[in-house]
C-alpha cells in the first residue's frame, strides 16, 4: 500500500523541475532530496551514490529513428518461428501446474501468458540489461519526458525501498522495463503480485511472481478468460474497408450478416459479443476479427501488430494453423516515402497533418478520403501502389 499511496502522491506533485539548469549531478542530489522526502530510507539512496553521467547509449536508443516503416511480415517473422512455437509448447508443458494456478485465479489463458513471455523476452532470455535506475536516471535528466521517467524513478528507489529487490538486480532494458515480462516501475506497484508468498515481487527470477502479476494486469485491464483474442477471417469481396479499424464495432452476429467467414469458409461462430476488423497490411493482406481480449492487449502494448502477434502465437501454440493470407511481397515503405505520400495528400487538399513520416490516424483519413474519391478499397493503408497513384 505504501508504493501505491508514493504513487497517487506523485501524480499529483509537480515535479516539473528545469533538469536542463543543472548539471547531472545536482539533478542527482535534488532527487535524493525528493526521495528522502517520500519516505526512501537512506540505504537505498546509497544506490544514487555510483549514477554515472547520463547514458549515452540510451539517448541513442530513445532518438533513434527508423529509416523504414516495419512491415508486418517482418514483425510477425521474426517473432513467430517454428523454433518459438515448439519452444513455447515445451515451456507450456513443463510449467503446466503454475500456469494452471494462474488461470484459475485470473481467469488468463496459459497459451497467452506464454506469448506474452515470448516477445517481451525470448521466455526470460533477453531481459534488457541495463542497470534500471542507470537508464531512468539518464531519460529523467533528459528534458524530453522528464517527469514521466522521474516518477519511475522515483517508484523504481520505492520498489528497491520495499526489498522487493536490490539496486544491482533490478535490471531491465534502455527505457527502464523490468524484468521478464517488461513491467515499467509504475506497472509494478500497482499490478505486481507474489506469487510464490515469499513475501518479495520477483519478476525478475521468479515464475510463479512473473506469472501473477502479468496475469493480474491482464485481469485488471478486461482480460476475458472464456474469450480467444480474436481469429483470422475471409472479408467479402464486396466488403466496405471504412468499417475497417478499431475504432468501429459490431456484434459478431452484425459482421457475419456482412459475410465475414472463418478462413476455412465456415460462418464465424456466434456470441454476444463485440468485435472490429483489422487488416494490418491493408485490403491486400490478411483480415482478422479482434475481440476484447485484442484491447487488452493493446493496454499492455498498444502496437496493432503487436496484439496480433500475441494472439496468433498463442493460437500456435494451442496447435493453430499460420496465417494464410500474408501477402507475397509486402514491401517496407521508407519514411521519405510516407511524407511524400502526407505532402502529396496535402496538396490536393487531404488533410494528413504535418508530414511525419508516421501514419496515424490523420493519415489515414485523409487516405481514405482520397481513395474514396478515385473509387478505390477504402482501407487507409499507406502502400507503394497508393504512392505512384498520387504521383500520377
Ligand atoms: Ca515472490
Same mark, same amino acid.
Do not use: C
Given at each position: 500500500m505504501k508504493l501505491v499511496a508514493a504513487l497517487f502522491l506523485l501524480f499529483?506533485?509537480?515535479?516539473?523541475?528545469?533538469?536542463?539548469?543543472?548539471? &547531472?549531478?545536482?539533478?542527482?542530489?535534488?532527487?535524493?532530496?525528493?526521495?528522502?522526502?517520500?519516505?526512501?530510507?537512506?540505504s537505498t539512496l546509497a544506490a544514487l551514490d555510483s549514477l554515472e553521467a547520463p547514458l549515452e547509449r540510451v539517448l541513442e536508443l530513445d532518438s533513434s529513428q527508423p529509416e523504414y516503416v516495419q512491415t508486418f511480415t517482418r514483425y510477425l517473422g521474426l517473432r513467430v518461428t517454428d523454433r518459438?512455437?515448439?519452444?513455447?509448447?515445451?515451456?507450456l508443458d513443463e510449467h503446466a501446474e503454475l500456469l494452471e494456478q494462474v488461470r484459475?485465479?485470473?481467469?488468463?489463458?496459459?497459451?497467452?501468458?506464454?506469448? &506474452?513471455?515470448?516477445?517481451?523476452?525470448?521466455f526470460g532470455s533477453t531481459t534488457g540489461g541495463f542497470?534500471?535506475?542507470?537508464?531512468?536516471?539518464?531519460?529523467a535528466f533528459d528534458p524530453r519526458r522528464a517527469e514521466f521517467f522521474r516518477r519511475e524513478m522515483l517508484i523504481a528507489l520505492q520498489i528497491i525501498d520495499d526489498g522487493h529487490i536490490s539496486a544491482d538486480g533490478m535490471s531491465g532494458s534502455w527505457a527502464g522495463a523490468m524484468g521478464q515480462l517488461q513491467f515499467?516501475?509504475?506497472? &509494478?506497484?500497482?499490478?505486481?503480485?507474489?506469487?510464490?508468498?515469499?513475501?518479495?515481487?520477483?519478476?525478475?527470477?521468479?515464475?510463479?511472481?512473473?506469472?501473477?502479476?502479468?496475469?493480474?494486469?491482464?485481469s485488471k485491464s478486461g482480460w476475458?478468460?472464456?474469450?480467444?483474442?480474436?481469429?483470422?477471417?475471409?472479408?467479402?469481396s464486396n466488403f466496405d474497408f471504412a468499417l475497417a479499424g478499431t475504432n468501429t464495432r459490431k456484434p459478431l452476429q452484425a459482421w457475419s450478416e456482412l459475410g465475414i467467414r472463418q478462413v476455412s469458409g465456415a460462418p464465424i461462430p456466434i456470441a454476444d459479443m463485440q468485435a472490429s476488423i483489422v487488416i494490418p497490411v491493408g485490403a491486400e493482406g490478411p483480415a482478422f476479427l479482434v475481440y476484447d481480449n485484442f484491447r487488452v492487449t493493446r493496454v499492455y502494448n498498444p502496437p496493432i501488430?503487436?496484439?496480433?502477434?500475441?494472439?496468433?502465437?498463442?493460437?500456435?501454440?494451442?496447435?493453430?494453423?499460420?496465417?494464410?493470407h500474408m501477402p507475397e511481397n509486402e514491401q517496407a515503405m521508407s519514411i521519405a516515402d510516407i511524407q511524400e505520400l502526407q505532402e502529396r495528400?496535402?496538396?490536393?487538399? &487531404?488533410d494528413s497533418g504535418d508530414p511525419d513520416g508516421r501514419v496515424g490516424s490523420k493519415t489515414r483519413n485523409a487516405i481514405r478520403a482520397y481513395q474514396q474519391q478515385k473509387q478505390l478499397p477504402m482501407d487507409g493503408y499507406a502502400s507503394f501502389a497508393l504512392l505512384e497513384g498520387l504521383r500520377n
Open positions: 499529483f506533485l509537480n515535479v516539473s523541475i528545469h533538469a536542463e539548469e543543472l548539471s &547531472f549531478a545536482e539533478w542527482v542530489e535534488q532527487l535524493r532530496v525528493e526521495a528522502r522526502s517520500l519516505g526512501i530510507s537512506e518459438q512455437v515448439s519452444r513455447g509448447q515445451a515451456l484459475q485465479r485470473y481467469g488468463v489463458q496459459p497459451q497467452y501468458l506464454a506469448a &506474452f513471455w515470448a516477445i517481451e523476452s525470448n542497470s534500471v535506475l542507470q537508464a531512468l536516471a539518464t531519460l515499467m516501475p509504475s506497472v &509494478f506497484a500497482l499490478h505486481g503480485v507474489d506469487g510464490d508468498g515469499d513475501g518479495k515481487i520477483d519478476i525478475w527470477n521468479s515464475l510463479p511472481d512473473i506469472f501473477y502479476s502479468a496475469a493480474n494486469f491482464l476475458k478468460g472464456d474469450e480467444r483474442w480474436g481469429r483470422e477471417v475471409v472479408l467479402p501488430f503487436y496484439a496480433l502477434t500475441v494472439g496468433h502465437l498463442a493460437d500456435r501454440f494451442t496447435g493453430g494453423a499460420a496465417i494464410q495528400l496535402n496538396s490536393l487538399g &487531404f
